[in-house]
């Protein structure tokens, strides 16, 4: 059975594409709180700290030591469409979060 051929330069382009794309923090903590919910509750700590004027970038930081880097990317990779980590630009490239 013959391999079906990947073009490399459209999914690298896709997703540079997608690393430009804007992720919300609360769509972010919903999708790890799906992933981990033993953490659930740290992850809404975060969540009201981001509501209470927290920078976003901040939280993400915080989400990220919470869970593993490697999760978060799960998370990005199911909540932007052409976003696969194994294609990004830089391993430490992800979307935007706001």
Request: charged fraction near 25%; glycine fraction near 6%; hydrophobic fraction near 35%.
């Amino acid at each position: 059975m013959a391999r079906k051929m990947v073009d490399m330069p459209e999914m690298r382009h896709q997703c540079s594409l997608a690393v430009k794309r804007e992720v919300p923090i609360p769509d972010l903590v919903a999708k790890l709180k799906e992933t981990r919910p033993d953490k659930a509750a740290e992850l809404d700590g975060y969540l009201g700290k981001y509501q209470g004027g927290m920078p976003a970038t901040a939280v993400y930081t915080m989400c990220k030591m919470l869970v593993g880097c490697e999760t978060c990317k799960d998370a990005f990779e199911n909540l932007v469409p052409g976003y696969t980590r194994s294609w990004a630009p830089s391993p430490h490239e992800h979307p935007i979060v706001v």
